[in-house]
């Protein structure tokens, strides 16, 4: 029989970088309810799917999401939230997944800032344990922009103004009596059909069992997660054999109420069935690995579920038995095999955790694990693995979190937190500083005030404040860090104190101060051989010589910094220092070298995906252009880094040094191009989605054959190509309009006309051009 197996792939949906896939099961029917989400998508702004848990919310939602696309041309993304267990963490979480950075310190700002004029659906999955703070987020998003849809599953509804309410039905059971050829019709037959030949290839429907299959999909309500747990059973059981066994379990769970049992016991009673039907080993992992939030590969179940009952030797048989019996799903992840519980399952495994009295020793193993990968990420940051190490953080995020709320639970594991789990601040600074400073904040509060990783996680927290722009915040925390590394003797601190001090002297341009300060903390972390605060600590500290006038012995230090990053296989440092590089030569030297090093910051941060580091390059690009000759391609870049900048919640004029030569590079293009049309170009690359303004931005630094082909020629009419011509042997557009005698804006126009017909953004690019067509 043919399954209803639907082409929409669930796992891409508005997924480019979402962690968890879910997982490739057949999905079968639900028409009408598609047909009604759709319907209430259409006329409202809040449809929430409730309903008890595995009835099927998550999966309906994600199909009807594929359904509707088309009505959102802005997109589509999903939040997948049932791995997220601190309300505090809601905002900037829905900023990640928007693709939105929290350089400011309220992303919520940030996120309606990018949502009110766009058209866009946004799926909350599995908000029930965060319907407080779900339903604040929600409120504040649908009336701050008008374009914006929630889609919400949660076994309790949000309560917000205009929320409209979706009960999800079970599946579609027959009524008793049902002829064999019609049961295929119903939803309920079909999933047990499709997870059944899963597990008995040759089972089938016939005259004989048709009345039993009736008989097992009324007892089991429809409720898919139930069929799933069952169908499993049919390995061994026929299905008259299955029913027998339900009627037992039954009885005894409704004392022989005739009213038979409530859906969520019924649901309850198939997981409990599939716990006793487990061995001891398969029921100790089940329970043990419901400390891991996100999902876990094997290497992490060895680790932290094996001992006690369970060889770790075993441990690869144990998950094979689970994911037989439908406990754990089976995901990939960048090649890697994972293992997940649905929610309802874990929420199980997780009770029979705490009635064995094991959860806090589990939930130590589980942050011991995290510590141990953390430790690591932290001894091989600075090297060849580095963008290895933020994939795998960022892969790890739900159980790094997971981790932190255990040692944010009291003084003693507090400590352990900062001290330890505290060492990979760098994928703050990538990934979170919001986040980062919310678990600094929360440790701080609990740890011991002598607590040993104080000091460190006062300076992050400082550090982190900064870059938000969040002063009073960084001014409090560094100077309570200073007294501590001071009191303590924390020589490591005290030069972190000096660096975090050194870069707010640079950014508000106090060169004098950071040069002074920079001087110190480098100096400190080489004699106490901390090579990963000294690197960090160079390159602005070159860029701070270079700022202060004296260009040449900046420019030895940031590069002589740049190759020991270089030789150690480091990417994401050697990004920044590049970037100071471009930074001092654009703001006091050679806009050649820094357009030359600004191309490479770009090239390389594809390899970390630090799109921080995008707004800081471009802004240096745009005013290369500027000075270049290229006033059109300049104000489209200084768009592309307006909007770069924005979707962080910060702005270049947050740097001081940056002010004034952004705003004399925007008078300057201004002047050249005239204001109407410095003014459309902007436009045009503020609005360039971020895939496209990269390939922009890059293309200049790519040879120019690359860019257009040869006979593109016909392309362009016989003055054109004559214009083109006059452009190659480098005469501007004033000597051009004087030899043709026609008037200069003429001339500029018909040389923007050729940039557009090739699709190029620069007079070099004609030039080659023109060259490669001679050969
Ligand atoms: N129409 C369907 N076709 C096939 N499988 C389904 C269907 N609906 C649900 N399932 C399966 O049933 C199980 C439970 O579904 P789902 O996770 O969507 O439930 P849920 O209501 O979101 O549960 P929870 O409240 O625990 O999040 C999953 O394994 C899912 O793949
Ligand atoms: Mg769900």
Redesign the pocket.
């Known amino acids: 029989m043919v399954i209803g197996v639907t082409t929409c792939d669930e796992a891409a949906v508005g997924s480019r970088d979402d962690a968890m896939p879910?997982?490739a099961?057949?999905?079968?029917?639900?028409r009408a309810e598609i047909a009604e989400v759709r319907r209430l998508l259409g006329a409202t702004s809040t449809v929430t799917l409730t309903?008890?848990?595995?009835?099927?919310?998550?999966?309906?939602?994600r199909?009807a999401v594929c359904a509707v696309r088309g009505m959102f041309p802005d997109g589509v993304v999903v939040v997948k939230l049932?791995e997220l267990r601190e309300p505090a963490l809601l905002v900037s979480t829905v900023a990640a997944r928007l693709g939105l950075g929290d350089r400011a310190a309220i992303p919520m700002d940030v996120i309606v800032d990018h949502l009110h004029q766009r058209r866009m659906l946004l799926l909350l999955?599995?908000c029930?344990h965060l319907v407080d703070a779900c339903a604040g987020l929600v409120d504040t998003l649908v009336s701050a922009c008008p374009g914006l849809v929630v889609l919400a599953?949660s076994?309790q509804s949000l309560g917000v103004t205009g929320e409209r309410i979706m009960p999800?039905p079970p599946?579609e059971v027959p009524q008793p009596g049902g002829a064999p050829a019609d049961l295929e019709r119903y939803?309920a037959v079909r999933?047990l059909l499709?997870r059944a030949t899963a597990v008995v290839p040759s089972f089938a429907i016939t005259e004989q069992n048709a009345a039993d299959v009736i008989t097992l999909c009324r007892k089991l309500e429809g409720l898919?997660?139930a069929?799933?747990l069952a169908a499993v059973r049919m390995r061994v059981l026929s299905v008259r054999q299955l029913i027998d066994r339900l009627d037992k379990r039954f009885a005894v769970l409704t004392g022989g109420n005739r009213g038979g049992p409530s859906r969520h016991e019924t649901m309850r009673s198939l997981v409990d069935w599939s716990h006793e039907l487990c061995t001891e080993p398969e029921r100790l992992l089940w329970a043990r690995a419901s400390v891991f939030s996100g999902g876990f590969d094997l290497d992490a179940a060895e680790r932290v579920c094996s001992g006690d009952g369970l060889d770790s030797r075993h441990v690869l048989d144990v998950i094979d038995a689970l994911i037989d019996k439908?406990i754990l799903?089976r995901e990939e992840y960048q090649g890697l095999a994972r293992y997940r519980m649905?929610?309802?399952i874990r929420?199980y495994g997780e009770e029979r955790l705490r009635a064995a009295d094991d959860e806090q020793r589990m939930r130590r193993r589980h942050r011991d694990w995290c510590v141990e990968l953390t430790g690591r990420f932290e001894a091989e940051w600075i090297g060849p693995d580095q963008a290895r190490w933020v994939d795998m953080l960022i892969r790890e995020h739900p159980n790094l979190r997971r981790a932190l709320d255990f040692c944010a639970s009291d003084p003693d594991e507090a400590a352990v937190g900062l001290s330890k789990v505290l060492t990979f601040k760098e994928y703050w600074i990538i990934r979170g500083l919001t986040e980062g400073r919310i678990w600094l904040d929360r440790l701080l509060d609990v740890a011991a005030d002598d607590a040993p990783g104080r000091a460190h996680a006062l300076w992050s927290n400082a550090f982190l404040a900064l870059v938000q722009g969040d002063i009073d915040a960084y001014e409090t925390h560094l100077s309570d860090a200073e007294r501590v590394a001071e009191r303590t003797g924390d020589e490591k601190a005290v030069a972190y104190v000096h660096h975090v001090r050194a870069y707010h002297a640079l950014i508000g341009n106090d060169m004098p101060n950071a040069v002074e300060l920079f001087g110190k903390s480098v100096a400190m972390f080489r004699a106490q051989g901390d090579e990963a605060g000294e690197l960090w600590s160079t390159y602005n500290y070159g860029l701070a010589i270079s700022l202060s006038g004296e260009l040449d012995r900046g420019r030895r230090v940031l590069r002589d910094c740049i190759e020991r990053l270089t030789s150690r296989g480091e990417v994401f440092w050697r990004s920044w220092a590049l970037w100071s590089l471009a930074a001092a030569e654009y703001l006091r030297g050679d806009v050649d070298e820094a357009a030359k090093a600004g191309f490479e910051v770009l090239r390389l941060q594809r390899r970390v995906h630090d799109r921080v580091i995008l707004a800081f390059a471009v802004t240096v690009l745009a005013g290369c252009a500027a000075h270049n000759e290229q006033p059109r391609r300049a104000a489209r870049l200084l768009g592309v880094a307006a909007t770069a900048w924005r979707s962080f919640g910060a702005s270049p004029r947050n740097y001081a040094a940056f002010v004034e030569p952004v705003v004399s590079d925007t008078e300057l293009v201004a002047g050249r191009l005239g204001f109407d049309q410095a003014a459309n170009e902007f436009a045009l690359g503020a609005a360039m989605p971020a895939e496209e303004a990269m390939a922009y931005v890059l293309a200049d630094g790519e040879p120019a054959e690359e860019t257009a082909p040869k006979n593109a020629q016909g392309t362009l009419t016989r003055r054109e190509n004559q214009i083109a011509e006059l452009v190659a042997e480098g005469l501007t557009n004033k000597q051009i309009a004087e030899k043709l005698g026609i008037a200069r804006r003429t001339a500029e126009s018909h040389v923007d006309h050729i940039l557009t017909k090739l699709s190029f953004t620069n007079r070099a690019q004609i030039a080659a051009w023109v060259a490669s067509r001679r050969n």
Do not use: H
């Open positions: 879910l997982e099961t057949t999905y079968v029917g639900r309903g008890p848990g595995g009835v099927g919310k998550s999966r309906l939602a199909r049932a999955d599995n029930e599953t076994r999800v599946l939803d999933l499709d898919p997660l069929i799933e439908s799903v649905l929610e309802t929420l």
